[in-house]
């Protein structure tokens, strides 16, 4: 771990000109702002007749797990729900549809803001939090990283349609996760609807309605003409009392990051979902790769929040850096522990991808695929928000055939950097920007090391130009 000599002399509580003088005796000639190895700090700690602890990074990993709650501590908190389904059976239609019930109820006055999650309050006084991320991607991206974010599954399934391909994907997602699924047959109100056929073909996926003797729970919806949508939120919440979901409120907040991006005038900015703790303006929090400190809550209203309680969504502003969907969320107790983890997590994070790296130009990559050599297209790929980041890994992904096949070597919210360039160089990767520019050091980097940087700001035209690379097709921009 590599440190300044002004950080040293703060550990050891001593003044930072004390070591530079200790350093000088040693016979080495330092500033206060000059990096030392690990080594050097080690003679100047044993000068000072400090004891040395060094730190393993699992060590600096491990301090910072969220703490243990005993069952006495834990109080109930609100379900967490992702809504999936087949492409136009409605998730979209349903989640706005529940939106539109709060809004018109006027607890928080007007409009709301897409921020990744909302919450909604029933009749009963019950919340519920959605996750208002349609679609699987970000559902398994948030699973293949540890992230268990999602209490219930409600599966819409269009009546007039039926069981589909993304319907019994998301069944296996849903079931992969533990987590009970709700079916709501939608477009009840359609002429060709049949829902008992819904219900029978799902039967063939072991997903047995109780009218056929089974126990999953079922309710017929119509989002558009806003049918049932109340049955609907009265199973989510009878559902989640046989859950019993609880977590404890009164600690430091931990939770998961459900999107986040770089915003004009608010820097980086992330939606996190609180799992344990409550979260409070001015904590310190570690954050995937990055750390911050809050500087304000916002609900999906808008409003600012003092404190954000377990499954309350919310954006959080203050992070240095965007993190990635799935990352977690810690409160940590010091600003030096946050950076100290977020160093060491994002060093990894290098040293890993610098791993999978391969070696090649475009260029080579290109007539290697022509000549059916090349079995993968390294590519990486920034974005301004996660959501279309995530958009182009999934349609990255479907395109890969036996044939090619699209290695994201990394796929990140932000600006182009010159780590990226570096990482695009060692794998001979194309970066595709979407709606992201490189700064100063990344073009002068992609210029020097010949990495073809490409720019777009409508997702098919990206697309369409990946698969022409991935064909073999396209020539490298000059
Ligand atoms: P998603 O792809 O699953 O998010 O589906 P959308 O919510 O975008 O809906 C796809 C289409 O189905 C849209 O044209 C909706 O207006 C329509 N739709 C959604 N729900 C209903 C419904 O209950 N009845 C009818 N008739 N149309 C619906």
């Not at 509580?13 to 000088?24: E, I, L």
């Not at 046989?242 to 939606?271: F, Y």
């Not at 809050?294 to 377990?310: K, M, Q, S, T, Y």
């Not at 928000?385 to 044939?403: H, L, P, W």
């Amino acid at each position: 771990e590599a440190l300044t000599v002004g950080e040293l002399a703060n550990r050891m509580a001593v003044r930072g000109g004390d070591v530079v003088k200790a350093m000088m005796k040693m016979g080495v000639m330092a500033t206060i702002n000059q990096t030392i190895d690990a080594d050097t700090a080690e003679l100047v700690i044993e000068e000072f007749g400090h004891r040395i602890k060094r730190v393993s990074e699992t060590d600096v990993e491990d301090a910072i797990v969220p703490p243990q709650d005993v069952d006495a501590d834990l109080k109930p908190r609100p379900a967490v729900v992702t809504v999936m389904g087949h492409v136009d059976h409605g998730k979209t239609s349903v989640l706005d549809a529940l939106r539109k019930t709060e809004v018109v109820r006027g607890e928080a006055g007007g409009i709301t803001q897409h921020i990744g999650a909302y919450q909604v309050t029933t009749d009963n006084g019950q919340k519920i939090t959605f996750l208002d991320t349609p679609g699987h991607a970000a559902f398994t991206s948030m699973r293949s990283r540890g992230a268990k974010v999602t209490d219930i599954v409600v599966l819409v399934v269009a009546a007039d349609d039926s069981v589909m391909p993304q319907t019994v994907e998301a069944i296996h997602h849903a079931q992969a996760a533990g987590a009970p699924i709700i079916i709501a047959v939608n477009k009840i109100d359609k002429p060709d609807a049949d829902p008992s056929r819904v219900k029978q073909d799902l039967l063939q996926h072991n997903i047995v309605v109780e009218e056929m003797g089974g126990e999953q729970l079922v309710v017929e919806i119509s989002a558009l003409k806003g049918t049932n949508l109340d049955s609907l939120v009265e199973t989510i919440v009878l559902q989640a009392e046989l859950m019993d979901l609880k977590a404890n409120p009164d600690r430091t907040a931990n939770g998961t990051v459900i999107e986040a991006q770089l915003e004009q005038g608010r820097g980086a900015v992330a939606t996190v979902l609180v799992q344990g703790g409550t979260l409070k303006v001015g904590d310190i929090f570690v954050s995937g790769a990055t750390w911050g400190r809050v500087r304000a809550l916002v609900d999906e209203h808008g409003a600012r929040l003092d404190a954000a309680e377990p499954s309350r969504p919310v954006e959080v502003l203050g992070y240095q850096d965007a993190p990635s969907a799935g990352d977690d969320f810690i409160v940590v107790d010091s600003e030096s522990r946050a950076r100290e983890v977020a160093e060491v997590r994002a060093r990894r994070m290098k040293n890993h991808l610098a791993s999978q790296g391969g070696r090649g130009t475009l260029e080579q990559m290109l007539s290697a695929i022509k000549e059916g050599q090349a079995a993968e297209v390294p590519i990486l790929i920034k974005g301004d928000v996660q959501g279309s980041v995530e958009a182009i890994v999934a349609s990255a992904e479907k395109m890969s055939t036996d044939e090619v096949k699209a290695r994201i070597l990394h796929a990140g919210v932000g600006g182009i950097t010159e780590t990226d360039v570096t990482l695009a160089k060692s794998a001979g990767a194309v970066i595709f920007g979407f709606n992201a520019r490189p700064n100063k050091q990344a073009r002068e980097a992609a210029e020097r090391d010949g990495v073809d940087i490409r720019y777009y700001n409508v997702i098919y035209e990206l697309t369409d130009d990946l698969k022409a690379i991935m064909s073999g097709l396209l020539e490298p921009e000059a």
